[in-house]
């Protein structure tokens, strides 16, 4: 059975500390790993990995994927309270006709003052 | 960028009742859209997978006679609810799947997502 499993559930960490999260999978015909930010309404894009071993950057959050592993980490550096949310990793996995996402259970992240 | 736009953002309705959402793809064609929902504090389950004129793909255990899904065109696709109870009270969202060049990041786009809360 295809599933994305995220680690830890939930996270709190006062602000500007560092902070991983991480999200292994087990699908078939694997194509693509995105991340997403989920505050109070749909989800919105983060990232999209591909290859293996290429980070990705925006700002203070980065993310890179392992296909040896099938893992991917998301890390979000001197955090802040607007980084509190659910984030969420979900995979392609399917042919270029009918890819669709499996999410993980997402990890909720809470950053205190 | 592309834009999905989901009505209603959030609905109250009375047990036995049914409930219609739409998600209509604004600038570009949505040649696949699926449907999730999400309870509080959970991920987003995948419901249906739904191509433009034909049948949706139910994922298993959900009943397919329970929550309807129309997708005529290929800017529209709506869940129909139908004689709902408080358990179908939850988070929907839909997303939208373009070609490729189509404008779609990396071609899923979600709606907003509509609150359903069944009295």
């Known amino acids: 059975e295809d599933k994305v499993v995220q680690s830890p559930l939930s996270l709190v960490v006062h602000e500007g500390d560092t902070v991983t999260l991480n999200c292994s999978y087990e699908v078939t015909n694997f194509r693509s790993l995105l991340w997403y930010k989920q505050e109070k309404k749909a989800p919105t894009f983060l990232f999209m990995l591909t290859s293996s071993g290429i980070e990705k950057k925006s700002g203070r959050l980065s993310s890179i994927l392992d296909k040896k592993e099938l893992s991917s980490i998301l890390n979000i550096t001197a955090t802040q309270t607007g980084d509190s949310a659910i984030y969420l990793c979900?995979?392609?996995?399917?042919?270029?006709?009918?890819?669709?996402?499996?999410f993980g259970q997402g990890t909720t992240l809470q950053v205190k003052p | 960028g592309a834009v999905v736009s989901q009505h209603p953002s959030w609905v109250i309705c009375k047990s036995g009742t049914s409930v219609k959402i739409e998600c209509r793809s604004l600038d570009f064609q949505a040649t696949t859209m699926f449907w999730y929902r999400q309870f509080p504090k959970q991920s987003l389950m995948l419901m249906a997978t739904s191509n433009e004129g034909s049948k949706a793909t139910y994922e298993q255990g959900v009943e397919k006679d329970k929550f309807l899904i129309n997708h005529a065109s290929l800017t529209l696709s709506t869940l129909t609810v139908t004689s709902a109870h408080p358990e179908d009270s939850s988070f929907y969202i839909c997303?939208?799947?373009?070609?490729?060049?189509?404008?779609?990041?990396?071609?899923?786009?979600f709606g907003s997502g509509t609150r359903l809360t069944v009295v």
């Open positions: 997303s939208a799947r373009s070609w490729p060049g189509q404008g779609a990041l990396y071609g899923y786009t």
């Open positions: 979900a995979v392609i996995h399917g042919s270029s006709n009918t890819g669709k996402l499996i």
